[in-house]
């Protein structure tokens, strides 16, 4: 069992950047897939990035590409999302979540969810 936390959201300017964190509890942060997701008022969870166990293999959702940027420590059990070009219908509230396994870009594959930070960009 694995459980998250969340940190860095904020209010920033269209074209600003942020760094989002998410600390993992346990000693078995490696043996998971991590993903970011985002969901905005009234929309869907949505895919934003996954990172493989080693943080060899990175994937992103289609907005995202180019701009967001996914990476782990697993000596620090931490996986972090750069964020930077950011665009006013980036503002949702972004999820770290941890699988065992599936694909990387379904919520369903996911068994353990950290409680979400706010991102905010203003036009």
């Known amino acids: 069992q694995v459980q998250l936390v969340e940190s860095g959201g904020g209010l920033v300017q269209a074209g600003g950047s942020l760094r989002l964190s998410c600390a993992a509890s346990?000693?078995?942060?490696?043996?998971?897939?991590m993903g970011w997701f985002c969901q905005a008022p009234g929309k869907e969870r949505e895919f934003v990035a996954g990172?493989?166990?080693?943080?060899?293999?990175?994937y992103y959702g289609d907005s995202v590409k180019g701009r967001f940027t996914i990476s782990r420590d697993n000596a620090k059990n931490t996986v972090y999302l750069q964020m930077n070009s950011l665009k006013p219908e980036d503002t949702a509230v972004y999820y770290c979540?941890?699988?065992?396994?599936?694909?990387?870009?379904?919520?369903?594959?996911?068994?353990?969810w950290g409680q979400g930070t706010q991102v905010t960009v203003s036009s």
């Open positions: 346990g000693r078995t942060f490696s043996t998971y897939r």
């Open positions: 990172i493989s166990r080693s943080g060899g293999s990175t």
């Open positions: 979540a941890a699988s065992t396994g599936g694909s990387y870009y379904y919520a369903v594959s996911y068994g353990y």
